[in-house]
């Protein structure tokens, strides 16, 4: 809607609110008055104000005009009547004929049937109906667009006040939805398992606005152009920075933001609220407030995707106009877990250290915060829808990544529960730290070798911290994926130079870049597959883009600098493309031989067994390759034909069933007849009861994430292998469907490990 050029009237009527909200009072007669007020300045029999509780009721709690009778009596559901269908849809309704209007519910009580025009607009903020504001008239009469713009004036100011609590009465039955008091439970998608009881952090805190209503238009328009200003400023500074030059991506993010704040229509509207009488902030706030809605409607990806920006740039001239920080300083939170819509890598890495868990509303299980969030063990529960509205910063809050849960402002029992939970995982953790120094060997004298997956600079400190013996895994697709796009290759080589130096001598596997599928890198990745899982992925994209291939080859070569090189290829499902592969990787060591550079001590290059076909490749291949990593995920995933990011199939079948462990053992064969090493490297690995019977299989090296290292060592150290072995031989032989069981009860039946601890320790 176009809004009206000026209207004096809505200004009187705002200055009056104030006045009438800067008196003290009770909650119910300040109410009372201000319905008094709207309906006389906007010329109607009746305004009613139904505030919205925490039960989605609309509850009638002010009119001029109605009953009083019916005040606290009257309600409608969401959806129910015209109220109800306002705070549901967050959209005006203007009806001449309010009977003859779609979803009119008569309410008797009020006494309304008289009245037969009607104009009813949310009372909303940021996205949230609080409730909802009528006006009615006796005659037959279309409400004009400069009173619907009037009455949403109104509305804005009234929303600033249910946020503040004004309209909060102690001796109330209900509690109203802006009320966030009480405990609520949400339920989203697992981003990364793990449990954190800390304090809501909210990455955009809600900014509380105690004056909406503003005396002076031309101040108030001055303080949005100087706010616009810096605004655009700070822009134009961070397009001409170095760091951003050097991110196209980002750069052009960059460049439309700028364009989207010097949109006329945007600015225009929010002028003419000041002229309504609405202070800048609010007059941002409005906008803000409608775009939410919008994003809440539209369907198509890019159109919301391009809302979120305008709602991100919005937020950013709320904090210049209120004096806000944009940078969190989390240091000073307890524990704090960062509740957001979504995320930037960026964002993450800077607050990683302090954080304890992170909530999305948004996010998948592909998404760059999933990917950094994994890597750096920090839980995460994605899709929680709407809890950012339900959430205040500083509540106290439990996630529960095993479950995808989250309980915000829990009870003290619920509290209790997870603390214990905790403290027995920490003294856990305290008993493996005892064991961290000694060596994966079990009761029968075999000697496992344990390592750490990792990808990030930020995983290394873990490496010494939990006594692993190299990293088994290093995915180097993170540091691409965190950035967007590829790294040069004096940065990358720069990156594995610091990775070997952390490992002080320790070995690193090094895997070269494993795009595609979940992990997606627009600058590589572009198309939209029908398969992802199945497609253009990994080594099938890295020999068809050799030139990427080739350049982390040499920057491989070059961050080695004369020492080790180990380096694994993903996603191998046929010998030739494993043969290409280290073709290329050995003919660049000789090309960088020939342009003087260091070239490494030794290198070894071999294949990640992910794909079914390549356990029955040639023997030839299991010659040409220096050791076979099994990446159980994958493996996993396409030996049952069941998707690993799909919560509805991925827990479906067991790793420890007798049908994949057959096949592992085919695997751990094939590498003992061509004398290879063979190690694990999925998620399984780093599962106390798994690892056991990896190990029993014939594994020898597993690579997990830091954290599961004790609980496995600790495991290992208190069996013997071949008891295990003996009792995996006999379900194999009585066909059992899984050893999970039996192997669970023997270690009960033994004390050497119950079930129950698992769950308190994994
Ligand atoms: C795997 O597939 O098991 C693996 C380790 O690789 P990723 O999880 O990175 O696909
Ligand atoms: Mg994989």
Not at 603 to 617: N, T
Not at 635 to 650: C, G, I, S, Y
Not at 651 to 678: A, G, H, M, W
């Given at each position: ?734 066909n059992i469907e899984t050893v999970r069981l039996p192997i669970t009860k023997y270690l009960e039946e033994t004390n050497i490990y119950s079930a129950k601890m698992a769950n308190n320790t994994a």
């Open positions: 809607m176009i809004p009206p050029k000026k209207n004096v009237d809505s200004r009187i009527l705002l200055q009056r609110l104030k006045q009438t909200l800067a008196e003290q009072g009770e909650a119910q007669a300040r109410l009372n008055e201000i319905v008094k007020l709207i309906a006389t300045s906007m010329e109607s029999e009746v305004c009613s104000i139904y505030l919205r509780r925490t039960d989605d009721v609309l509850e009638l709690y002010a009119t001029e005009g109605l009953f009083t009778t019916a005040v606290h009596y009257s309600e409608l559901k969401l959806g129910q009547g015209l109220v109800g269908k306002i705070a549901e849809n967050a959209e005006p309704i203007n009806t001449s004929k309010v009977a003859k209007t779609k979803g009119f519910r008569y309410l008797p009580e009020t006494g309304e049937e008289r009245f037969k025009s009607f104009l009813g607009v949310p009372i909303q903020r940021l996205g949230t109906v609080l409730g909802v504001l009528v006006i009615q008239n006796l005659t037959e009469r279309e409400y004009s667009d400069d009173e619907v713009y009037g009455l949403e004036i109104v509305a804005m100011v009234l929303a600033e006040m249910a946020e503040l609590g004004v309209f909060t009465e102690s001796g109330n039955k209900h509690k109203l939805s802006q009320e966030k008091k009480g405990p609520f439970t949400a339920i989203g998608l697992i981003g990364k398992e793990g449990v954190a009881l800390g304090t809501v952090v909210l990455l955009n805190p809600e900014i509380k606005i105690t004056n909406p209503v503003a005396d002076n238009p031309i101040l108030e328009k001055e303080k949005l152009n100087v706010a616009l200003t810096k605004l655009k400023n700070e822009l134009s500074e961070n397009i001409s920075r170095k760091h951003f030059k050097q991110k196209r991506e980002f750069l052009e993010i960059l460049e439309t933001h700028k364009l989207l704040i010097e949109d006329k229509g945007w600015l225009n509207r929010m002028e003419v609220s000041i002229d309504n009488g609405l202070s800048a902030t609010v007059a941002v706030e409005k906008e803000q407030t409608e775009t939410k809605a919008r994003i809440a409607k539209v369907q198509n990806y890019y159109f919301k995707e391009r809302l979120n920006e305008f709602y991100e740039i919005s937020n950013t001239l709320l904090k210049i106009l209120t004096k806000q920080k944009s940078k969190l300083k989390l240091g000073t939170i307890t524990s704090p877990i960062l509740l957001a819509r979504n995320v930037s890598p960026l964002e993450l890495i800077s607050m990683h250290e302090h954080l304890k868990g992170v909530i999305l509303e948004e996010g998948s299980v592909g998404s760059h915060a999933t990917i950094i969030c994994r890597a750096l063990n920090i839980p995460l529960v994605i899709q929680a829808k709407a809890i950012i509205e339900k959430a205040a910063h500083g509540d106290r809050v439990i996630l529960d990544g095993d479950q995808a849960m989250i309980n915000l402002r829990p009870e003290e029992e619920v509290i209790q529960a997870y603390t214990s939970k905790l403290s027995m995982r920490t003294k856990a953790q305290e008993s493996f730290l005892a064991i961290r120094d000694l060596s994966a060997v079990t009761l029968d004298g075999i000697k496992i070798s344990l390592m750490i997956n990792a990808g990030l600079m930020a995983d290394l400190p873990s490496l010494a911290k939990s006594g692993a013996e190299g990293v088994g895994l290093y995915r180097t697709e993170l540091q691409f994926l965190i950035s967007n796009t590829v790294p040069k290759r004096s940065e990358q080589a720069q990156i594995y130079s610091k990775v070997l130096d952390s490992a002080k001598g320790l070995p690193v596997f090094f895997r070269t870049l494993d795009v595609g599928s979940d992990k997606i890198l627009p600058s590589i990745t572009p198309e939209i597959e029908p398969n992802p899982a199945l497609g253009w992925r990994a080594i099938r994209l890295s020999l068809e883009k050799s030139g990427v291939f080739k350049m982390q080859a040499q920057a491989l070569i070059r961050g080695a600098h004369g020492r080790d090189l180990n380096i694994v290829i993903p996603l191998v499902a046929k010998p030739t493309e494993f043969d290409q592969a280290k073709e290329i990787i050995l003919s660049e060591i000789v090309r960088e031989k020939r342009r003087k550079h260091l070239v490494p001590k030794s290198i070894m290059v071999g294949a990640m067994l992910e794909v079914p076909s390549l356990a029955f490749a040639s023997e030839s291949f299991f010659k040409n390759a220096d050791f076979i990593m099994v990446g159980g995920n994958d493996l996993k995933q396409f030996f049952f034909a069941a998707d690993r990011e799909n919560e509805k199939v991925r827990r479906r079948y067991d790793v420890l069933s007798t049908s994949f462990l057959s096949f592992l053992s085919l695997i751990c064969e094939r590498c003992n007849q061509s004398k290879i090493p063979l190690s694990f490297c999925g998620e399984d690995a780093g599962k106390p009861i798994e690892a056991l019977v990896l190990s029993a299989l014939g594994f020898r090296t597993l690579s997990m994430q830091p954290d599961c290292i004790g609980p496995v060592k600790s495991l290992l150290r208190s069996v013997s292998l071949s008891e295990i072995k003996a009792l995996i031989t006999g379900c194999l032989e009585e």
